[in-house]
Each structure stands twice: as C-alpha cells, then as structure tokens.
C-alpha cells in the first residue's frame, strides 16, 4: 500500500470517528434538548444529560455493529438496515438512560435519532 493511500485511508478514519462521536451527539443532545424545551417538559434535563445520553446510546450502538459485523464477515447487510438497526438501538438505549417515558417524550426521542441520523447520514453518503 503507498504511503498516499495510508496516511488518506487514516485521515477517512479520523474523520469517521470525529462524525459518530462528536458531531452526532452534539447533533442530537441539541435537537433532544429544543425538543425537551419546546415541549416544555425539559424541567431537570440539561443539555449535559442531553449530550451525555445520545453520545452514550451512540456508542453502544456502533460498538453493538460492530462486533456484529466482525461476528459474522459473511453476512452481507444493506445500508439502509444497518442504519435502522442502529437507529432503533441508540432510541432504546435513549429512553433507559433518559428513564422518560411518556409518550411525547417518546415521540421527542424518536424524532431527535431520526432526525440526527438523516442529518448525519445525509452528509457523509451525498
């Protein structure tokens, strides 16, 4: 491998790391916290706790596909449901850590993964 494509693959890398683990939880613990506060349910919840749950359920969520991804190379699956799998773990970890359960609240959560997903997603894939 020349050192071009190293030093270039490394950069893709960082710059992957920095998108899931900075932008998407500043992404979403601010949609979660304008969401909270539009609903004016946001009494105790800071955009701390905001930032703090979405990097969290962020986390877990890529670590969760990736190691399934390495559990088993030979499956081929599309984008688009790694995506959802993803999605659908980082709201299910978002209602545990947040203990929010109504259902604006809910539907408050749900909104800020869809939305912090396509917004993220739509960058990095146009």
Do not use: D, H
């Not at 893709?12 to 304008?34: R, W």
């Not at 946001?42 to 399934?68: H, N």
């Not at 599309?78 to 604006?104: D, H, K, S, Y």
């Amino acid at each position: 491998m020349p050192v071009s494509s190293v030093s270039q693959f490394a950069i893709q890398q960082l710059l992957s790391l920095l998108t899931v683990f900075a932008v998407m939880p500043a992404v979403g613990g601010t949609l979660l916290y304008k969401g909270f506060c539009l609903s004016r349910t946001a009494e105790e919840l800071a955009w701390s706790r905001c930032f703090k749950a979405i990097l969290a359920a962020t986390g877990c969520a890529y670590l969760g596909m990736a190691l399934f991804r390495f559990l088993s190379p030979e499956t081929i699956t599309p984008g688009w449901v790694a995506v959802a799998a993803t999605a659908a773990v980082e709201f299910a970890l978002l209602v545990v850590f947040l203990r929010r359960t109504e259902a604006r609240a809910l539907l408050i959560q749900a909104s800020a993964v869809l939305l912090m997903n396509a917004a993220v997603y739509g960058l990095m894939f146009a």
